[in-house]
């Protein structure tokens, strides 16, 4: 998942914060996934203000049992070096969500899924991707199950 929309007046790219309508775009998010009967294990989610914001919103809807900050989910981060922590933590699992930012949401999806060119996420946009059942995750190895974005 992508953040939601997010202020430009900040003291830096990492303090952003969410503007009311970013807030309101996390809940709706958050409703939706609770519509599609979605519980999460995990939740990793960036650093950032805005994307630790949006998780917020998300928690307001949807069941997450655990959060983990992780340092590598920031916009220049590796999607490989995301994939090979997610490995680290996928036994006994069975959803987890990552929020995140542009562009490493997009190369994400196109490491799990290389049939595809990196999609685009508009704000607080969605995608599911089903991994294999194997307790270790290898680039290439899902499928891209569906993208949800607000119109």
Not at 67 to 88: C, F, M
Not at 115 to 129: D, K
Request: with cysteine; glycine share 8%.
């Amino acid at each position: 998942m992508r953040h939601g929309e997010a202020g430009f007046s900040a003291s830096s790219d990492a303090n952003r914060t969410l503007t009311p309508r970013g807030n309101e775009q996390a809940i709706i998010a958050g409703q939706f996934l609770y519509e599609q009967h979605f519980a999460f294990d995990l939740a990793l989610v960036s650093p950032y203000v805005r994307a630790q914001q949006t998780l917020n919103g998300l928690a307001t809807k949807v069941q997450i049992a655990k959060r983990q900050t992780l340092a590598d989910l920031v916009p220049g981060g590796n999607p490989n070096q995301v994939i090979a922590t997610l490995s680290e933590q996928l036994t006994g699992l069975d959803n987890i969500i990552i929020v995140s930012h542009l562009p490493l949401v997009g190369y994400l999806v196109n490491e799990l899924c290389p049939q595809l060119p990196p999609p685009m996420f508009s704000t607080a946009a969605i995608a599911c991707v089903r991994l294999p059942s194997e307790d270790t995750l290898l680039a290439g190895s899902g499928t891209l199950e569906w993208m949800h974005q607000e119109m």
